[in-house]
T-cell receptor, first 110, second 114 residues
Framework: QKEVEQNSGPLSVPEGAIASLNCTYS??????FFWYRQYSGKSPELIMF????GDKEDGRFTAQLNKASQYVSLLIRDSQPSDSATYLC??????????FGTGTRLTVIP | ETGVTQTPRHLVMGMTNKKSLKCEQH?????MYWYKQSAKKPLELMFV???????ENNSVPSRFSPECPNSSHLFLHLHTLQPEDSALYLC?????????????FGPGTRLTVT
């Protein structure tokens, strides 16, 4: 089983809609979870991190963590064309290893 | 300069060349990382340095040789590479190397091996 799994997409949503991105992980001991956004040709940019079960909101972004089910999701409200990018889920495993998923490509249609 | 910088941004090298990638972080962080990003594959962690000491080497071939002279600078020395080593090489840094620290990435070096 892969350490981190994401649906590669592409996921297309109309402008103004809610985009929902999901990630599952295999290491039950993982304590922290990160969402990165990567525009085409650019490096990953951290947008959210979450440590506790439940929801964490930051502007239009909400991260949701369910440790019992081993999934973490990212909701983007009022999606904008500028949100079109690949979203990477990252989960630390062990002391130094950070495993990334393959990413979900999101396209917001004007 | 702010954040994490990398040079060069693009590099084309033959299989017999020797070249080096440079990374510098201006964030006062203590940990630095090298990642490889190939098309259609997840980011692969290559090396981790914490306070200049290498703490992780994820079975990387010896044709990649890292060097960390201080907490702000990280190099990746390349020699006798293969075409399959063509990829985007990303440097990152974090306050510490534990699982609770978020990593900040540089812009990357796009490497092409001919």
């Amino acid at each position: 089983q892969k350490e981190v799994e994401q649906n590669s997409g592409p996921l297309s949503v109309p402008e103004g809609a809610i985009a929902s991105l999901n990630c599952t992980y295999s290491d039950r001991g993982s304590q922290s979870f990160f969402w990165y956004r990567q525009y085409s040709g650019k490096s990953p940019e951290l947008i959210m991190f979450i440590y506790s079960n439940g929801d964490k909101e930051d502007g239009r972004f909400t991260a949701q963590l369910n440790k019992a089910s081993q999934y973490v999701s990212l909701l983007i409200r009022d999606s904008q064309p500028s949100d079109s990018a690949t979203y990477l889920c990252a989960v630390p495993t062990g002391a130094n290893n950070l495993f990334f998923g393959t990413g979900t490509r999101l396209t917001v249609i004007p | 300069e702010t954040g994490v910088t990398q040079t060069p941004r693009h590099l084309v090298m033959g299989m017999t060349n020797k070249k080096s990638l440079k990374c510098e972080q201006h964030l006062g962080h203590n940990a630095m990382y090298w990642y490889k990003q190939s098309a259609k594959k997840p980011l692969e962690l290559m090396f981790v340095y914490n306070f200049k000491e290498q703490t992780e080497n994820n079975s990387v071939p010896s044709r990649f040789s890292p060097e960390c002279p201080n907490s702000s600078h990280l190099f990746l020395h390349l020699h006798t590479l293969q075409p399959e080593d063509s990829a985007l090489y990303l440097c990152a840094s974090s306050q510490g190397s534990g699982s609770l620290y978020e990593q900040y990435f540089g812009p990357g070096t796009r490497l092409t091996v001919t």
